[in-house]
């Protein structure tokens, strides 16, 4: 399963004002993709009857029904308890993958900039898909090796059909011996937060050292379920899109049937660690949470016209592979890496960060410097944690420094802003000792 939750997880764009705690009933909600893109009726995780049944607004995105938002919590509320003690994301709308067989790594080091033969067993990362010619990103990934010649990956839900096209052009190009199968119909949850090793210890069959357990590692394990019972073996993986300590675990619908399992362990979960210690939240508070980490969300701040180096994603690519090349894009890729003042090709733009005075900025918004335009916001939000507007965007390369000044134009006026390091709020993963 994925090891980190997804730098560009398909949650929407909250256009509500977080710092007065709700969600606004007119445009409030932008998605990367609201519906299917082939027009089909809009799909249910394995938990939507659990959501209705515990208040939760639900949205069309994705393809799916997805909560948006509890009645329990306001957004700014559910984003704080994230913050404090731990929340349960259901992200049962990411395509899970298997990649099996002889030649499955070096499919995946042909559209990928990473390596994947020598990456050690049930330890994953983050990657992107690459188009060939340019290195556009095609999807931003986590890619887990879970067994010998065997690798899960995750991609964004809101890209299903751009993604199954090129795999399936790619895997009849590529020849090699190689099976892929996609997981439909599994279940996927995000067990986000300080408290979460400690809840999740608590409902473990499985023994489990969490604490020599780290960000990026994978195991397969069961729960315990409410009645005594376990789970069916579940994948679980520490990370978080949130910036926080987490877990994800999937649940294998090819299996065994993902709505029973995903259900009752979710239920456990709940139950296990009570209200004060666990609450579910929606895709407005995951919004907010995963700017404050820095993370890109695919479809606004990484699209198929941006390379890896623009998006500040260079350190995907490993020194073997920046030696070797050998992946899609490598020619456009690689020359990037050095900058025009070292004699490379360098890149016209660069991912940054922002703290904005006054409005918050928006997608769309323009970046101007002494009046020129320089850039354009992908992502903006009230922090919550900082209680200040915070925002993504692309900037024209020399003005990526932090401590930059320059304006953003927010509903026709020029506001004040500042390039800014990410993550906004320090990342608090598992990490093994350095």
């Known amino acids: 399963m994925q090891s980190f939750a997804r730098i560009a997880r398909a949650s929407p764009r909250v256009k509500a004002s977080l710092s007065a705690g709700r969600l606004s009933t007119a445009g409030s909600i932008r998605c990367a993709s609201s519906a299917s893109s082939s027009g089909e009726a809009l799909k249910k995780t394995p938990l939507y009857d659990f959501h209705v049944a515990h208040g939760a607004k639900m949205v069309p995105f994705a393809g799916y029904h997805m909560p948006v938002q509890y009645s329990s919590l ?12 731990a929340s349960l994301f259901d992200v ?13 790594a070096a499919f995946l080091e042909k559209v990928t900039p990473s390596s994947w033969s020598s990456v050690a067993p049930m330890s994953g990362k983050l990657t992107t ?4 010619g340019t290195g556009g990103i095609v999807d931003d990934t986590i890619v887990t090796r879970i067994g ?3 690798y899960y990956v995750v991609t964004n839900g809101a890209c299903l059909d751009k993604d199954t096209k090129y795999i399936d052009e790619e895997l009849g190009k590529f020849g090699g011996d190689v099976q892929w199968t996609r997981l439909d119909g599994s279940g996927l949850v995000a067990l986000q937060g300080p408290q979460s090793a400690e809840i999740l210890s608590e409902v ?7 604490k020599e357990f780290y960000f990026g590692n994978t195991v397969q394990a ?3 379920l409410a009645d005594g019972s376990k789970t069916h073996p579940v994948l679980i993986s520490r990370g978080g899109y949130t910036g926080e300590d987490g877990f994800e675990i999937s649940f294998n619908g090819k299996l065994y049937p993902a709505s029973e399992s995903t259900v009752k362990a979710v239920e456990s979960l709940i139950q296990t660690a009570g209200p004060e210690r666990l609450q579910m939240a929606g895709l407005g508070a995951r919004d907010s949470l995963r700017l404050e980490a820095g993370m890109c969300l695919y479809g606004h701040d990484l699209d198929d016209t941006t390379t890896p180096v623009e998006a500040g994603l260079s350190w995907i690519i490993p020194p073997e592979r920046r030696k070797a090349g050998g992946f899609h894009g490598a020619e456009v890729i690689l020359p990037q890496l050095t900058p025009k ?9 660069r991912r940054v960060g922002f703290v904005v005075q006054g409005a918050p900025a928006r997608e769309g918004a323009e970046i101007q410097k002494d ?6 916001i992908t992502s903006g939000v009230p922090s919550p944690t900082l209680g200040k507007n915070i925002a993504m965007g692309y900037i024209k390369d020399g003005l990526h420094k932090a401590g930059t000044e320059v304006d953003v134009v927010v509903r026709g006026r020029k506001r004040a802003a500042v390039v800014t390091k990410m993550p906004f709020t320090p990342a608090k993963y598992w990490k093994a000792p350095a």
Request: hydrophobic share 35%; charged share 25%; glycine share 10%.
């Open 74 to 85: 306001s957004l700014a509320d559910s984003h704080h308890f994230t913050r404090k003690h």
């Open 92 to 104: 049962s709308h990411m395509v899970q993958h298997i990649f099996k067989g002889p030649a499955a």
């Open 129 to 132: 898909f690459l188009w060939p």
């Open 148 to 150: 010998e010649d065997e």
């Open 204 to 210: 473990l069959a499985t023994d489990i050292n969490l």
């Open 222 to 224: 069961q729960l315990k």
């Open 341 to 349: 003042s070292k004699g490379g090709a360098g890149v016209e733009r």
């Open 371 to 376: 009046g020129e335009k320089v850039g354009t």
